[in-house]
C-alpha cells in the first residue's frame, strides 16, 4: 500500500456535503452510527468556528475530497494535548490517504508547539484506524471508555504521540 499525497483545505462552508457522505453506517459503526441531519448541521457549524483547533478537507491532486481529517485541543488525565480524528470515503480507503493527512496534522501540531501530545481514541473494534495510529508513529498506552456518542460508552485505545521528543530527552 503506498502513500498518497493529498492536501489538507481549511473546513468551508461547501463541505456541509462531504461532512453528510462520512455520516452513513459503514463510516459511522465504530462511532454510535450516523448523526441525524440536525446534529450534522450543528457539527458542520462547530467545524467552521473550531476556537482551538482546525477541521479540513482531505483533497486528492487535482482538488477531489477523499475524507476530513483535524485536530483540536482537549483535557486529557489532567494535561493539555492536542487531539486527532478522521474519516476516508470507502472509495479511496486503503491508499494511505489517513496516514498521509494525519502526518501533515503531526507537523501542524507540532508547529503550534503549545501542548507535548497528540492523541487519538479511535474504537478498540476499528482496526483501519488502529493502524493508522501504528504507520503514523503514535504509541499505544492502553485503552479507555469514553462518551460517544452522548449517552453511549466505546471503548476506545488510547494513542498518543510525542511532539517535542527533543525535550523529553534532554
Same mark, same amino acid.
Given at each position: 500500500?503506498?502513500?498518497? *499525497? ?8 461547501? %463541505? ?11 463510516? /459511522? ?6 448523526? *441525524? ?9 462547530? +467545524? ?19 475524507? *476530513? !481529517? ?7 488525565? %489532567? ?7 478522521? @474519516?476516508?470515503?470507502?472509495? $479511496?480507503?486503503?491508499?494511505? !490517504? ?9 507537523? !501542524? *501540531?507540532?508547529?503550534?508547539?503549545? +501542548? ?8 478498540? %473494534? ?5 493502524? !493508522?495510529?501504528?504507520?503514523?508513529? $503514535? ?10 456518542? /452522548? ?10 504521540? %510525542?511532539? @517535542? ?6
Amino acid at each position: 500500500m503506498s502513500e498518497q *499525497t493529498v492536501e489538507l483545505v481549511a473546513w468551508a462552508e461547501q %463541505d456541509l456535503e462531504l461532512l453528510r457522505r462520512v455520516n452513513v453506517p459503514e463510516m /459511522k459503526r465504530h462511532l454510535g452510527g450516523p448523526e *441525524t441531519e440536525e446534529q450534522v448541521q450543528a457539527r458542520h457549524q462547530r +467545524y467552521l468556528a473550531l476556537p482551538n483547533g482546525q477541521m479540513y478537507r482531505v483533497a486528492l491532486p487535482g482538488g477531489e475530497a477523499a475524507g *476530513t !481529517i483535524g485536530w483540536w485541543v482537549r483535557e486529557w488525565q %489532567d494535561e493539555t494535548v492536542y487531539e486527532s480524528g478522521w @474519516h476516508v470515503l470507502p472509495e $479511496f480507503q486503503g491508499r494511505g !490517504i489517513a496516514v498521509a493527512a494525519a502526518r501533515q496534522v503531526v507537523a !501542524i *501540531t507540532r508547529a503550534d508547539g503549545r +501542548y507535548r501530545w497528540l492523541c487519538a481514541f479511535p474504537s478498540v %473494534d476499528n482496526p483501519a484506524s488502529n493502524a !493508522i495510529c501504528r504507520r503514523v508513529g $503514535f504509541e499505544l498506552t492502553g485503552e479507555s471508555d469514553f462518551e460517544y456518542p /452522548k449517552g453511549s460508552l466505546m471503548r476506545s485505545n488510547v494513542w498518543r504521540l %510525542d511532539l @517535542h521528543p527533543a525535550q523529553a530527552a534532554g
